[in-house]
């Protein structure tokens, strides 16, 4: 999603050229986020690892998407026939309850089902995403990929983490200007709803997972009202640019992914910046992406290997290494590669994902949170038939929130072209005076 942007699309663009002219039969059409897996050791080794498996053969289409809704769009409306992609959660739910996904076949013959190392906890985070009701096993049709969860990545050379602990600490007037918002509605709702309703949560009225599930027009309303009264603190809505940003001391908080947190506090590093992470004490989103199979799949039998290999411990840690996201392959493994004294002082409590033996783990906290931050966390959704009020929301306080410094850079560009079109008139009334005096003369 971040790394080696111009390498990967170079290899993708390979892929695409060398593969169409296979038969459809023999080729695996992937679709993955940018930079979310380790080209070199593991996807260009797949067709080989096939061949062991299979004795078949398999050329690979790999290309990348960068919104759920447009992999969605190609998938749904223009029925693209790819065989495996990656989107995220609220995705893989919609999928789901528009019948969009095909049934994994883990039947590997004498090769071990390696989606079981699959975390415990995230296979209950996944079950969250059948529709009510319907009864389906959400690992017949999802298995996941990556995870982490969203919090607020800040530099304390400006920012006192004691300021921030609540979500409600980024309405103070001292921030002005200086706080990045994730341009995505659903996460930042995700976020908020929880620290409006923290009163209604500690009373036991209502949980966190209702809260972030159900999304209705008064969760809305509030949520809009906080966004709003935190307009002139927000010096701008980001997906990808917002940790660069930070990086550069430009602003000092940004509410971010857990992957991207930890790659903007190891690029501040390199420069002698320092930047932390923490998850609000009202709570947070988790989130996932995970592989699934669509209905309109032309070699379902290369996907459901291809997602059985991604889960193989080996391959895990070296997509963890490339794209620095957490896998949710909960192997011994991984324990042990991401059980680090040296790198990690402290420890924290993975019991919840590796199961016994996980209580006190030497692992980076930003990666992998602590049980204490996942148990106030709850599972991002898709808005279902509310997605449209969201949207709405969600463009009155974009459109609405302009802070002063933004306001006065919009200002100082207007006068600027205003001043450039005067002077561009003076010129030209000039040149035709100064032509005018010339023909007379004549």
């Known amino acids: 999603m971040k790394m080696k942007k111009t390498a990967s699309l170079l290899i993708a663009l390979l892929f695409v050229f060398t593969s169409y002219a296979a038969d459809r039969e023999h080729t695996l059409k992937i679709y993955n986020w940018a930079d979310y897996i380790d080209i070199t050791n593991v996807l260009e080794k797949f067709p080989d690892w096939y061949r062991q498996q299979t004795g078949e053969e398999v050329n690979i289409i790999y290309q990348t998407f960068d919104i759920n809704e447009s992999m969605l769009t190609e998938i749904e409306i223009g029925k693209e026939d790819y065989d495996v992609v990656c989107p995220s959660e609220y995705i893989i739910e919609r999928m789901l309850r528009n019948n969009l996904l095909l049934k994994i076949d883990k039947n590997y013959g004498d090769l071990p089902d390696y989606t079981l190392l699959v975390s415990p906890f995230a296979q209950r985070m996944f079950q969250e995403m059948a529709p009510e009701g319907s009864g389906i096993n959400v690992a017949d049709y999802a298995v996941g990929y990556m995870g982490g969860t969203t919090g607020i990545l800040y530099n304390p050379a400006y920012v006192n983490a004691d300021d921030i602990r609540s979500l409600g600490g980024l309405l103070d007037p001292k921030f002005a200007g200086k706080v990045f918002m994730k341009d995505a509605f659903r996460d930042v709702y995700s976020v908020v709803v929880l620290y409006v309703y923290r009163d209604e949560i500690a009373r036991g009225e209502v949980t966190r997972a209702d809260l972030v599930a159900h999304v209705n027009e008064e969760r809305i309303a509030r949520v809009e009202k906080f966004l709003t009264d935190m307009k002139n603190n927000i010096a701008g809505w980001e997906v990808d640019f917002g940790k660069e940003e930070m990086t550069k001391g430009k602003t000092w908080m940004n509410l971010s992914w857990s992957g991207d947190a930890q790659w903007a506090i190891?690029?501040?590093?390199?420069?002698?910046?320092?930047?932390?992470?923490?998850?609000?004490?009202?709570?947070?989103?988790?989130?996932?992406?995970?592989?699934?199979?669509?209905?309109?799949?032309?070699?379902?039998?290369?996907?459901?290997?291809?997602?059985?290999?991604?889960?193989?411990?080996?391959?895990?840690?070296?997509?963890?290494?490339?794209?620095?996201?957490?896998?949710?392959?909960?192997?011994?493994?991984?324990?042990?590669?991401?059980?680090?004294e040296e790198a990690n002082e402290e420890t924290v409590d993975l019991s919840y994902f590796f199961g016994e033996g996980a209580e006190a783990v030497?692992?980076?906290?930003?990666?992998?949170?602590?049980?204490?931050?996942?148990?106030?966390?709850?599972?991002?959704?898709?808005?279902?038939?509310?997605?449209?009020?969201?949207?709405?929301?969600?463009?009155r306080v974009k459109g609405d929130n302009l802070s002063s410094g933004m306001v006065i850079i919009i200002v100082v560009v207007v006068l600027a072209i205003v001043l450039f079109a005067v002077i561009q008139t003076m010129n030209r009334r000039r040149q035709r005076n100064i032509h005018t005096k010339k023909h007379t003369k004549r």
């Open 266 to 340: 190891d690029e501040a590093a390199e420069v002698g910046v320092q930047l932390e992470y923490l998850v609000p004490e009202e709570g947070s989103n988790v989130w996932f992406d995970g592989w699934v199979i669509p209905k309109y799949a032309k070699n379902t039998k290369a996907a459901s290997y291809f997602i059985n290999y991604m889960c193989m411990p080996e391959n895990a840690i070296l997509n963890m290494k490339e794209i620095g996201y957490v896998s949710v392959i909960a192997s011994p493994e991984i324990l042990e590669w991401a059980d680090d």
């Open 362 to 395: 030497h692992a980076n906290p930003v990666l992998y949170a602590d049980r204490s931050v996942i148990e106030r966390c709850a599972l991002m959704h898709d808005c279902g038939d509310e997605t449209e009020a969201m949207l709405a929301m969600w463009n």
